[in-house]
Nanobody, 126 residues
Framework: QVQLVESGGGLVQAGGSLRLSCAAS??????????MGWFRQAPGKEREFVAS????????YYTDSVKGRFTISRDNAKNTVDLQMNSLKPEDTAVYYC?????????????????WGQGTQVTVSS
């Protein structure tokens, strides 16, 4: 079983920054064997893809709305995946979830991921 725990959420004004962190633990291989991703879910909306990263960290992918503002990174030695969020907007308000992929792939679909954290709330005020 894999446990993913997100941290770093909070309340921030528009234009501000937050850094989310996801720590993996449990009886599992290192996350270095898997693609990792971040998703978010706003009230009344479906969960949506935000960013993903390859096993090595050498390749990343972002949804269009966060390109140039968010950066995903990983530290396989520490079993962590981070999401640096800059120039935040009120529409970024959501619960943010970290997820481990089913394989080396780092896709954009919810079904591409097998383990999920419980989420961390990000609220951006205008």
């Amino acid at each position: 079983q894999v446990q993913l725990v997100e941290s770093g959420g909070g309340l921030v004004q528009a234009g501000g920054s937050l850094r989310l962190s996801c720590a993996a633990s449990g009886r599992t291989l290192s996350i270095s064997s898997y693609g990792m991703g971040w998703f978010r879910q706003a009230p009344g909306k479906e969960r949506e893809f935000v960013a993903s990263i390859s096993r090595s960290g050498g390749s990343t992918y972002y949804t269009d709305s966060v390109k140039g503002r968010f950066t995903i990174s990983r530290d396989n030695a520490k079993n962590t995946v981070d999401l640096q969020m800059n120039s935040l907007k009120p529409e970024d308000t959501a619960v943010y979830y970290c997820a481990q992929g089913r394989s080396i792939a780092y896709g954009v679909r919810i079904n591409d991921y097998v383990y999920w954290g419980q989420g961390t709330q990000v609220t951006v005020s205008s």
